[in-house]
């Protein structure tokens, strides 16, 4: 995080990207620091950027070594090889986006826009080779939220069928990751990657800083990180997502930890997403299986059921005995 009102790419808010207030800059000393550690130790830096011009010093820093920028859509112009991050409510300013069939796109998607989620990937279409929808607020979801939800991928669906028929292979992660993936791929943070706040501490994610959770560590520049994440954020310790076949899913360990007070736990409404999302692909594919490329997709099977945790309760007497010997259980 490059400052303290670095852009919120996910499902988290950052309430000091909205303020308007002064950035507090990562301190030169700690980004020479994290650059040199990636640099030695082949690891990739994503820089989070905020609404303010990066100055001079740091941005030579940056100039250095390999890494992903993550920028708000008003500082595209001045970062034309970053990701942008579009807000739901700011679809008035996406005519600004220049066409570009090879960009990817984070596109925030509010809880009170789930209705519009079709109309905004059409705004879209032409400026992206991959879109990336993160849905924010889905812990207050309810029945009438996913059933719009699920009609709005319905329709998402069929403008896909058309763009591929014209020749177009974009990708939208909520439907054509699951077709792709062969086994799971998540968010995996405070597994495989860890945030660095402009203060120098570690967290699991921004989501956990933002929340007022204790930082898991404070960097190191001679080995790196001085402590390590909880041991449960790992997949191998999630009980309900090792039985569960929906690949795409971010599986956000913040959203677990605020919602079951677990890291390792998803809550319902993940789940019933995650599915929902699941369902939208399976259908999808069938419809063009017949294609290439996708006839050489293996198909997603039908379930008959729709919450994870209904194939864990038929499963329970196994997961007792998992857990019997489990030490850490």
Same mark, same amino acid.
């Given at each position: 995080?490059?400052?303290?009102?670095?852009?919120?790419?996910?499902?988290?808010?950052?309430?000091?990207?909205? +303020?308007?207030?002064?950035?507090?800059?990562?301190?030169?000393?700690?980004?020479?620091?994290?650059?040199?550690?990636?640099?030695?130790?082949?690891?990739?830096?994503?820089?989070?950027?905020?609404?303010?011009?990066?100055?001079?010093?740091?941005?030579?820093?940056?100039?250095?070594?390999?890494?992903?920028?993550?920028?708000?859509?008003?500082?595209?112009?001045?970062?034309?090889?970053?990701?942008?991050?579009?807000?739901? *409510?700011?679809?008035?300013?996406?005519?600004?986006?220049?066409?570009?069939?090879?960009?990817?796109?984070?596109?925030?998607?509010?809880?009170?826009?789930?209705?519009?989620?079709? *109309? $905004?990937?059409?705004?879209?279409?032409?400026?992206?080779?991959?879109?990336?929808?993160?849905?924010?607020?889905?812990?207050?979801?309810?029945?009438?939220?996913?059933?719009? !939800?699920?009609? *709005?991928? *319905?329709?998402? +669906?069929?403008?896909?069928?058309?763009? !591929?028929?014209?020749?177009?292979?974009?990708?939208?992660?909520?439907?054509?990751?699951?077709?792709?993936?062969?086994?799971?791929?998540?968010?995996?943070?405070?597994?495989?990657?860890?945030?660095?706040?402009?203060?120098?501490?570690? !967290?699991?994610?921004?989501?956990?800083?933002?929340?007022?959770?204790?930082?898991?560590?404070?960097?190191?520049?001679?080995?790196?990180?001085?402590?390590?994440?909880?041991?449960?954020?790992?997949?191998?310790?999630?009980?309900?997502?090792?039985?569960?076949?929906?690949?795409?899913?971010?599986?956000?360990?913040?959203?677990? %930890?605020?919602?079951?007070?677990?890291?390792?736990?998803?809550?319902?409404?993940?789940?019933?997403?995650?599915?929902?999302?699941?369902?939208?692909?399976?259908?999808? $594919?069938?419809?063009?299986?017949?294609?290439?490329?996708?006839? %050489?997709?293996?198909?997603?099977?039908?379930?008959? !059921?729709?919450?994870?945790?209904?194939?864990?309760?038929?499963?329970?007497?196994?997961?007792?005995?998992?857990?019997?010997?489990?030490?850490?259980?």
């Amino acid at each position: 995080m490059l400052e303290s009102g670095a852009v919120p790419f996910c499902h988290y808010e950052n309430p000091h990207f909205h +303020s308007g207030a002064a950035p507090r800059w990562i301190d030169e000393r700690l980004l020479r620091g994290i650059v040199r550690f990636a640099e030695e130790n082949a690891v990739a830096a994503t820089f989070l950027f905020g609404r303010h011009r990066l100055p001079a010093k740091l941005a030579r820093l940056l100039d250095s070594v390999s890494h992903t920028k993550i920028v708000p859509l008003d500082m595209c112009e001045i970062h034309p090889d970053a990701i942008p991050v579009l807000f739901s *409510e700011d679809a008035a300013l996406f005519g600004a986006l220049k066409p570009n069939p090879a960009r990817n796109l984070i596109l925030r998607l509010a809880r009170s826009d789930l209705s519009r989620c079709a *109309e $905004l990937f059409d705004a879209l279409v032409g400026k992206f080779g991959r879109l990336s929808v993160h849905l924010f607020g889905i812990e207050e979801c309810d029945d009438d939220d996913l059933a719009r !939800y699920a009609d *709005e991928l *319905e329709k998402i +669906s069929k403008t896909l069928k058309k763009l !591929y028929a014209a020749g177009q292979k974009i990708e939208v992660n909520v439907l054509t990751d699951r077709m792709m993936l062969k086994r799971m791929r998540n968010c995996d943070a405070g597994a495989k990657h860890v945030t660095v706040a402009p203060d120098g501490k570690l !967290y699991v994610c921004p989501a956990f800083l933002y929340d007022g959770e204790s930082a898991i560590g404070a960097f190191d520049g001679k080995i790196g990180f001085a402590v390590k994440p909880p041991s449960t954020v790992v997949f191998s310790r999630a009980p309900i997502c090792t039985r569960c076949d929906a690949w795409h899913c971010k599986r956000c360990v913040w959203l677990n %930890r605020k919602l079951t007070l677990e890291y390792n736990i998803p809550s319902q409404q993940q789940c019933l997403i995650a599915h929902i999302e699941r369902e939208a692909s399976r259908r999808l $594919l069938k419809e063009l299986g017949q294609t290439e490329p996708f006839l %050489r997709m293996p198909r997603i099977a039908e379930l008959n !059921y729709r919450d994870p945790m209904e194939l864990v309760e038929m499963q329970m007497p196994e997961l007792l005995h998992s857990a019997a010997d489990d030490p850490m259980l």
